[in-house]
T-cell receptor
Framework: TQLLEQSPQFLSIQEGENLTVYCNSSSVFSSLQWYRQEPGEGPVLLVTVVTGGEVKKLKRLTFQFGDARKDSSLHITAAQPGDTGLYLCAGEGSNYKLTFGKGTLLTVNP | GAGVSQSPSNKVTEKGKDVELRCDPISGHTALYWYRQRLGQGLEFLIYFQGNSAPDKSGLPSDRFSAERTGESVSTLTIQRTQQEDSAVYLC????????????FGQGTRLTVV
């Protein structure tokens, strides 16, 4: 069974601060995805990382895939209240099954 | 349809009753997933379909839970003899059966067992 551990589980910060959330596993994934979920909605894809060591930037968000393709991080610069939400990582295994972590609930206070 | 559609959006049922949740995936998406999400929690994998087959049912919590998919399209998740701990949002997602594929989620069915 492939498991993804996300940390921290909860994060509350002030507007303008930087933060990093982590997604770790003992398993290798062919790709790893980050989703953001707002209350009452389903998760929406932010980015997919495929290559070990890959770094992708999406405005103030920076995503990194570990060299061994077992872990990933999401860094947000100068967080804004609109960044508030549940951030989920999901790993794609060899049979295309998506395994999700439990998520990091981020609250950015004005 | 343009996106993944789930019905009903909300369901309140009495303990012990059976419920059926429906998911209409995006047309052409051969992979379909069911997840359960309890309040303030992440996604708990239930079952995964590739076409009409379910290669992985390991997430189904008990034998009261079952799911089927027909025509590589609609899927139903059935919970028999519901219990209060079944209360949660049940999310369905579909994706193309290719590598690095995005999962598109419905808005979920909020199930409340009273």
């Amino acid at each position: 069974t492939q498991l993804l551990e996300q940390s921290p589980q909860f994060l509350s910060i002030q507007e303008g601060e930087n933060l990093t959330v982590y997604c770790n596993s003992s398993s290798v994934f062919s790709s790893l995805q980050w989703y953001r979920q707002e209350p009452g909605e389903g998760p929406v894809l932010l980015v997919t990382v495929v290559t070990g060591g890959e770094v992708k930037k999406l405005k103030r968000l920076t995503f990194q895939f570990g060299d061994a393709r077992k872990d990933s991080s999401l860094h947000i610069t100068a967080a804004q209240p609109g960044d508030t939400g549940l951030y989920l990582c999901a790993g794609e295994g060899s049979n295309y099954k998506l395994t999700f972590g439990k998520g990091t609930l981020l609250t950015v206070n004005p | 349809g343009a996106g993944v559609s789930q019905s009903p959006s909300n369901k309140v049922t009495e303990k012990g009753k059976d419920v059926e949740l429906r998911c209409d995936p995006i047309s052409g998406h051969t992979a379909l997933y069911w997840y359960r999400q309890r309040l303030g929690q992440g996604l708990e994998f239930l079952i995964y379909f590739q076409g009409n087959s379910a290669p992985d049912k390991s997430g189904l919590p008990s034998d009261r839970f079952s799911a089927e998919r027909t025509g590589e399209s609609v899927s139903t998740l059935t919970i028999q003899r519901t219990q209060q701990e079944d209360s949660a949002v049940y999310l369905c997602a579909s994706s193309l059966a290719l590598v690095n594929t995005e999962a598109f989620f419905g808005q979920g069915t909020r199930l409340t067992v009273v």
